[in-house]
């Protein structure tokens, strides 16, 4: 019984709704950045061929994941082209992050922006690569959570409030545990690879075209710090789910795997992954970190008047 | 860890390629793919976004892949063009799609995607007589061979020709 209590204690905990604000801010953000970073080139990746290809491999896991081509099929019988519902499927998703960035419509937006990056992620699947994985994730416990948090509009302007306020402590546990597992794994898998001890990999990861950001005659200036660089990429991923729950060791983990993914979004033209890596990271262990103590209520009685 | 160099003995890797096949048995891979229990725990991973689990670059960094179109005009001039796109977050995805080109073991799907590839070179250039796609791995130099001058280099994989006469295109492998 006190084994269920404490379970239910720790994925059950009393939390504010700062952590949420942080998830809906950053992947509003984010959402927004992606739609804009694609805009050129939205109707050449999503259109033709290689979309077909990959949506009929995608039917064969399963006839309800969401793709681009149920929008083109519904148009088609319209006689909307498909250049139309590409345009439109962008503009959605550029709206919903705007919307998601204000706090508007926040439950909406949030399955709207799922939705609409789900589609294309799933459309593009031979374009897709982890961060497409990152922003699914984030959404998808974004629109589960109890939304809207205090700063956005609709708390504000529209006076909404969340129906379960209750689940705010759980949604962000399971975020919180989702993390651990993904560095987890990710470190231990890099410590048993033969190329992250003696730095080869970072060097490889960082010459290799398109991440090639920084010459290499520069990079190879630094040589003897990549081997240290290597270790401690590990370290870091290995060590999150020991250290980062501890208040003692939380902060210095959490700046610690920032400035990693910080350091990858600039040295390796990544910043959409380094965002979303932020802002997962940031929003499930970072608003008690930073948060300034309260002075506590002196409640002393007022000295008696006669 | 099945597939790729890691510090461990050569006989691990036997484990990992059972430990790979019990874990493909959790998600019920086993399964027929119409099984209503695959499909509803297939649909959901994906649905979450946690259907592939992401490395970072473990337990190795890969090589790349470079695909080159020779463009061979109706007048005889010959020219070569890389796919291109016009921002940097579609380089990066176009990086990963010359990825999954490289490694994909069918065939016929490596060439319907150089054929959409090809395709969109034509659009662009639409008195080309016939186009020749390469595709070839990129190997990387190591920083003690970068500093005796070696630079990355290119191997060479497949070839495939593209005519507007011949829509199917031919191959030609290393």
Request: with cysteine; proline share 5%; glycine share 8%.
């Amino acid at each position: 019984m006190r084994v269920k209590t404490r379970v239910a204690e720790f994925l059950f905990p009393i939390e504010t709704d700062s952590w949420l604000t942080v998830l809906r801010l950053g992947l509003g953000l984010q959402v927004t950045l992606y739609a804009l970073s694609l805009r050129t080139d939205w109707a050449y990746l999503f259109s033709g061929t290689a979309r077909k290809v990959a949506e009929a491999l995608l039917s064969l896991q399963g006839h309800f994941i969401p793709s681009l081509g149920w929008f083109v099929a519904l148009a088609a019988r319209l006689d909307v082209p498909e250049e139309t519902v590409l345009l439109l499927a962008w503009l959605g998703l550029f709206v919903s992050g705007c919307a998601l960035l204000v706090g508007v419509g926040c439950r909406f937006s949030a399955i709207a922006a799922w939705f609409l990056h789900l589609c294309a992620a799933k459309s593009g699947g031979f374009l897709s690569y982890g961060m497409d994985n990152f922003m699914t994730i984030g959404l998808f416990y974004l629109m589960l959570s109890p939304l809207p948090d205090r700063l956005s509009l609709d708390w504000r302007l529209r006076d909404l409030r969340p129906k379960n306020p209750q689940l705010l402590g759980f949604w962000r546990r399971v975020l919180q545990l989702h993390l651990c597992i993904i560095y987890f794994f990710s470190g231990l898998t890099k410590w048993l690879g033969s190329g992250w001890w003696d730095g080869s990999n970072v060097w490889r990861a960082l010459i290799r075209p398109p991440f090639n950001v920084i010459d290499p005659e520069i990079l190879v200036r630094w040589k003897d710090f990549l081997p240290l660089a290597g270790i401690l990429v590990c370290l870091l991923e290995s060590g999150y789910p020991f250290f980062i729950w501890s208040s003692r060791t939380r902060k210095i983990w959490l700046l610690g795997v920032c400035a990693m993914h910080l350091l990858i979004g600039v040295a390796m033209g990544m910043y959409l992954f380094s965002l979303v890596m932020i802002v997962l990271n940031v929003a499930a262990f970072g608003p008690d970190l930073f948060r300034r103590k309260r002075q506590p209520i002196m409640l002393q009685p007022e000295a008696a008047t006669s | 860890m099945a597939e790729g160099p890691t510090i461990l003995p050569l006989s691990f890797k036997n484990f990992s390629h059972k430990a790979q096949e019990l874990i493909s048995i959790a998600p019920a891979e086993q399964l027929s793919p119409s099984n209503p229990v695959r499909e509803s725990v297939d649909t959901y991973v994906q649905l979450a976004g946690i259907e592939s689990g992401s490395g970072y670059f473990a337990p190795n960094v890969p090589s790349g892949y470079t695909l080159v179109f020779e463009l061979h005009y109706k007048d005889g001039r010959v020219e070569y063009e890389l796919p291109s796109v016009r921002s940097a977050a579609a380089e990066l995805r176009m990086a990963g799609l010359l990825d999954n080109i490289g490694r994909t073991p069918y065939d016929e799907l490596r060439e319907i995607l150089v054929k959409t590839l090809a395709q969109s070179i034509w659009r662009k250039h639409p008195e080309l007589q016939s186009v020749r796609a390469i595709l070839g791995s990129l190997t990387l130099p190591s920083v003690r061979e970068f500093e005796q001058g070696k630079r990355e280099s290119y191997e060479f994989l497949y070839a495939y020709d593209f005519s507007l006469q011949n829509a199917s295109a031919k191959k030609n492998d290393h």
